[in-house]
């Protein structure tokens, strides 16, 4: 599966945004999915993620309460809603699959998609 992520973006703290991540071939609904980040010298981080069917969602501490994931199988695309932005939430964005359940690290990632850039300013 080839993953194509959209939606970031400079934006001020406090703001929102949605990211996108559309996925190509006809087997979406058979991978969790879910979002990575990796900012400036540090590791890459997991975000969130949701199940095959969208029942199933598991997030980071860092977006707890403020990141929504959510997923389109007829639209072969998976979300990331980011409210209440910080500066620390400045980082690129990579949206990946796995055969797993639920994806919850980075260790069981088998597909990844190109990163997207989110910068929040003050």
């Known amino acids: 599966v080839q993953l194509q992520a959209s939606g970031g973006g400079l934006v001020q703290a406090g703001a929102s945004l949605r990211l996108s991540c559309a996925a190509s071939?006809?087997?979406?609904?058979?991978?969790?999915m879910g979002w990575f980040r990796q900012a400036p010298g540090k590791e890459r981080e997991f975000v969130a993620g949701?199940?095959?069917?969208?029942?199933?969602?598991r997030y980071g501490d860092t977006g707890k309460g403020r990141f929504t994931i959510s997923r389109d199988n007829a639209k072969n695309t998976v979300y990331l809603q980011m409210n209440s932005l910080k500066l620390e939430d400045t980082a690129v964005y990579y949206c990946?699959?796995?055969?797993?359940?639920?994806?919850?690290?980075?260790?069981?990632?088998?597909?990844w998609g190109q990163g997207t850039q989110v910068t929040v300013s003050s």
């Open positions: 990946a699959a796995t055969f797993a359940n639920v994806l919850s690290g980075a260790g069981q990632v088998n597909y």
């Open positions: 949701i199940s095959r069917s969208g029942a199933l969602t």
């Open positions: 071939g006809r087997t979406f609904s058979s991978y969790s």
